[in-house]
């Protein structure tokens, strides 16, 4: 009886642990090469990943303005004393307020330091497009970058502080502009415009893998990775990436 209450704990755990898209309402189809990844750009579905539950959903994207963790603020006080918080924003919550990212794309952003009950707020750094915050090796870092009328730049920057105020300062340029960075096993991946990269321990950024079409504009939201199996939500449809960090394989899921 202990044997079986003990299989069942461990599959539960394993299970809770997967990090598979459920596919069951999906097919497969053809890869959107070529003239396909235009028509593909031009498709009204939207989809990204949603746990509900133990299950990964796929769901039409919303779209949210803001993005990480929980920011307390209602837009008409955002309005009313943090105007320079308007638009897409990205939420870092730190022991004493929050970090903020902003990105309007081709109109700007920044990064800012704002106090936990929103009445003071200040500048850290201008010209960023700021497109997720994440922590490795007990640092704060940000992925930021613009891919706008030819342009495809990005990097890594590091926020920390020092002499009691927050600063930052740029550890690494990538090769373009990144969308999505997660967690795989002791290191991070990050998806760009047409690469996965991979950023080691010791801040490293090597290639991965080049998409055999350019997914940038179908507009990766958000990933999953499964042992070495590895998915991707964008406008369309599902690109699943078999082993990806070793021999790379690649289906397309669309809905039935």
């Known amino acids: 009886m202990k044997t079986l209450i003990t299989l069942f704990i461990l599959a539960v755990s394993i299970a809770c642990k997967a990090q598979t898209p459920d596919l069951t309402n999906w097919k497969l189809d ?11 750009n031009l498709s009204a579905n939207d989809w990204i990943f ?6 990964w959903e796929i769901i039409r ?16 006080f955002i309005s009313e004393n943090l105007k320079e918080l308007q638009g897409n924003k990205f939420i ?26 929103g009445l003071a707020v200040y500048q850290i750094s201008g010209n960023l497009n700021i497109k997720g915050f994440f922590e490795f090796n007990n640092r704060i870092f940000a992925i930021e970058g613009l891919a706008h009328m030819g342009l495809n730049r990005g990097k890594i920057i590091e926020i920390f ?9 740029s550890i690494t340029d ?27 321990k ?47 394989e690649y289906e397309w899921y669309i809905p039935k």
């Open 30 to 40: 053809s890869l959107p090469l070529g003239a396909k990844t235009n028509s593909a």
């Open 50 to 55: 949603t746990k509900n539950i133990n299950k």
């Open 61 to 76: 994207n919303d779209y949210k303005r803001e993005k990480g963790n929980s920011f307390p603020f209602s837009e008409k």
């Open 92 to 117: 870092k919550k730190i022991k004493e307020g929050f970090l903020v990212g902003i990105n309007k794309g081709e109109f700007g952003g920044g990064l800012y330091f704002v106090k936990d009950n």
């Open 161 to 169: 502080k020092e002499d009691k105020t927050w600063k930052c300062k």
């Open 174 to 200: 990538l090769i373009e502009t990144p969308a999505i960075i997660a967690d795989y096993k002791d290191e991070k991946i990050i998806v760009t415009s047409q690469y996965i990269l991979k950023l080691d």
């Open 202 to 248: 010791q801040l490293n950024i090597f290639e991965v893998l080049k998409s055999p079409f350019y997914w940038g504009i179908l507009y990766p939201s958000s990933i999953l990775v499964d042992n070495d199996n590895l998915y991707l939500s964008m406008r369309e449809g599902i690109l699943k990436i078999k082993e990806f960090d070793t021999a790379p």
